[in-house]
């Protein structure tokens, strides 16, 4: 769904992406130093209380994903290698934001319930975006599910800045039990697909 909006913000942090590249930055370190942003920001301040604030750094940081992709494709320097690393730390951002959560709800957020619902969300969204990887490299196709990578993300960003703002933790926890529920549906969804797919191909003939 938010993919839609990828085209402008493409567009408003052209001009980030055009003066990097004339500073001599490359694409793989503007991800590499996004994805230490959003840890940065997830395990630093969420473990303290600090929602809102790690909410902003973890924004401000997540952006380099598309400034580092429209590098990528300015200077035609775009790789499989480049493609590697960007998927690799994504899933590493992803979890810390989890993580922080977790860590959150064990000290000032004081909740086994919603410490266990962080790590659900956390060892999910991993499984989703594993079960893809695999089925592509087996040679199926697996972008199924309800909800994706970029939706899972800034629903609980957004969420957990707007529980800090108005003091309603309510929106953060209803966030975590929608986000564990449809990372789990997606995972159920992908191995559904592929198993459907399986079942059509040939029997293998057995060698002699």
């Not at 992406?17 to 490359?26: D, H």
């Not at 230490?36 to 929602?51: D, T």
């Amino acid at each position: 769904m938010l993919e839609r909006f990828r085209a402008f913000w493409t567009r408003f942090f052209s001009p980030i992406a055009r003066l990097l590249i004339r500073l001599g930055v490359s694409a793989d370190a503007v991800t590499l130093v996004g994805t230490i942003g959003v840890s940065a920001g997830a395990l630093v301040f969420f473990p303290q209380g600090m929602l809102l604030t790690g909410v902003l750094v973890i924004t401000l940081f997540v952006f380099s994903d598309l400034i580092d992709g429209h590098m990528a494709r300015l200077t035609g320097k775009s790789s499989p290698f480049g493609a590697f690393l960007d998927s690799t730390l994504d899933r590493i951002g992803d979890g810390a934001i989890f993580a922080g959560l977790a860590l959150y709800f064990a000290g000032d957020g004081d909740s086994r319930l919603y410490l266990v619902l962080s790590l659900v969300c956390l060892v999910m969204g991993a499984v989703t975006s594993y079960a893809r990887a695999r089925a592509e490299g087996l040679g199926f196709q697996a972008k199924v599910g309800i909800a994706e990578r970029a939706d899972r993300l800034v629903a609980i960003l957004v969420m957990t800045g707007l529980s800090a703002i108005f003091d309603l933790p309510v929106l953060m926890y209803v966030t975590l039990w929608a986000l564990a529920a449809a990372s789990t549906i997606t995972v159920v969804q992908r191995i559904w697909v592929v198993r459907q797919q399986a079942l059509a191909l040939p029997p293998v003939e057995p060698t002699a």
